[in-house]
């Protein structure tokens, strides 16, 4: 199974706009609220500590969120179900945000993590190489999440990107050398390109050809199981 990252971000909003209701509004029921809402997230954790399933963060953007797609046809989902048919049984967060940078993702990682992973899938940099980015910013980015996760203990996959080649030879390979480079610095578990086998392929992608369609996204899916297998420490059945 996995857990919308939506669902959270709307609690979260919520109760961000009860804590800024003026003094005096509504006292009584912001206190009921605000009760229920520690206790939600209490039982919410011990459920994750009571389970023997791997727990895993999707981080990344739409290609993660699933722009485009149901949620059932996203790649949190996608995965899920083809590391069942693996007989590896995981809860997945799906983490993504449409639209979003390294940048973004750093801002947000600390708060991500409000519970115990067994492994944090990175997928990200696609919309810094849109955006032309510099490279060496990218590679601070990621470098410090990285870092962060490695700090908490939490086994890591980082998926690389590849630059659009109109940005020229140097930008592109600047860019793409950071997800190895990263994956040598820190000896985390990597996947070379995640959009290996559909990048470039109309039939596996949605009219505006940057974004997987449910096919494109069951063969990234289906690709990286061996990798997610091999990072959990599960073995191949």
Same mark, same amino acid.
């Given at each position: 199974?996995? /857990? ?8 979260? #909003?919520?109760? !961000?706009?009860?804590?800024? !209701?003026?003094?005096?509004? $509504? ?6 609220? *605000? /009760? ?58 799906? #983490? ?9 993702? *750093?801002? !947000? ?18 919309? $810094?190489?849109?955006?032309? /980015?510099? +490279? ?33 030879? $140097? ?10 480079? *990263? #994956? ?5 578990? &990597?996947? +070379?390109? &995640? ?8 039939? &596996? ?8 369609? #449910?096919?494109? /996204? ?8 061996? &990798? ?10």
């Amino acid at each position: 199974m996995f /857990v919308p990252f939506q669902a959270r971000v709307e609690e979260r #909003a919520q109760a !961000r706009h009860r804590a800024l !209701r003026p003094y005096g509004e $509504d006292r009584p029921r912001f206190n009921v609220l *605000l /009760v229920l809402t520690l206790l939600c997230s209490i039982l919410h954790t011990a459920a994750w500590a009571a389970s023997d399933q791997p727990r895993i963060l999707a981080l990344g953007d739409s290609l993660t969120a699933g722009y485009g797609l149901s949620q059932s046809e996203a790649f949190p989902a996608q995965l899920t179900r083809k590391l069942q048919a693996a007989k590896v049984t995981v809860n997945i967060v799906n #983490a993504g945000v449409s639209g979003d940078t390294t940048s973004g993702a *750093l801002q !947000r990682i600390d708060w991500l993590m409000d519970g115990p992973y067994d492994l944090v899938i990175i997928e990200l940099g696609a919309n $810094d190489a849109l955006r032309a /980015v510099d +490279p060496a910013l990218t590679k601070q980015n990621l470098d410090r999440i990285v870092t962060k996760l490695k700090a908490l203990g939490i086994p890591i996959l980082l998926a690389g990107m590849k630059a659009p080649r109109n940005l020229g030879p $140097d930008y592109a390979l600047q860019f793409d050398r950071i997800f190895p480079n *990263l #994956a040598q610095k820190h000896s985390v578990h &990597f996947y +070379p390109f &995640f959009l290996d086998g559909i990048a470039a392929k109309p039939a &596996f992608n949605q009219a505006d050809g940057m974004h997987p369609n #449910a096919k494109g /996204v069951a063969i990234i899916a289906e690709r990286m199981v061996p &990798f997610i297998i091999n990072a959990l420490g599960k073995e191949p059945q």
